[in-house]
Nanobody
Framework: LVTLVQSGGGSVQTGGSLRVSCAAS????????VAWFRQVPGKEREGVAG???????SYAESVKGRFTMSKDDIQNTVHLEMNGLKPEDTAIYYC??????????????????WGQGTQVTVSS
């Protein structure tokens, strides 16, 4: 069993920066892939960024060049640095983890461990 606990987020004006973090704990019996998703009311959960079990990163087109995801293998913690924030980035952000390599890194259907969600609000 793996538990994910999120921190960070908050409110910022357009162009500002925020960071969300996710600390994983539990029994890691294999290498794992981890990703960030976001969701607004009435819309499907959207993949934002992810790190494959082999270490390669992937970003959604909408956040490329603005968001940076990093992973601390010693602390089993991942961070999402968000710069140049826009009002359309407003959402609840979730981290997710699965063991092994999913067929699609940014498909929420491929993950079975989820953080509690963190609100990110960007005002114009």
């Amino acid at each position: 069993l793996v538990t994910l606990v999120q921190s960070g987020g908050g409110s910022v004006q357009t162009g500002g920066s925020l960071r969300v973090s996710c600390a994983a704990s539990g029994y890691f019996y294999d290498s794992y892939s981890v990703a960030w998703f976001r969701q607004v009311p009435g819309k499907e959960r959207e993949g934002v960024a992810g790190i494959w079990a082999h270490g390669e990163k992937s970003y959604a087109e909408s956040v490329k060049g603005r968001f940076t995801m990093s992973k601390d293998d010693i602390q089993n913690t991942v961070h999402l640095e968000m710069n140049g924030l826009k009002p359309e980035d407003t959402a609840i952000y979730y981290c997710a983890l699965r063991f092994g390599i999913p067929s699609d890194l940014l498909d929420p259907e491929n993950y079975n461990y989820w953080g509690q969600g963190t609100q990110v609000t960007v005002s114009s």
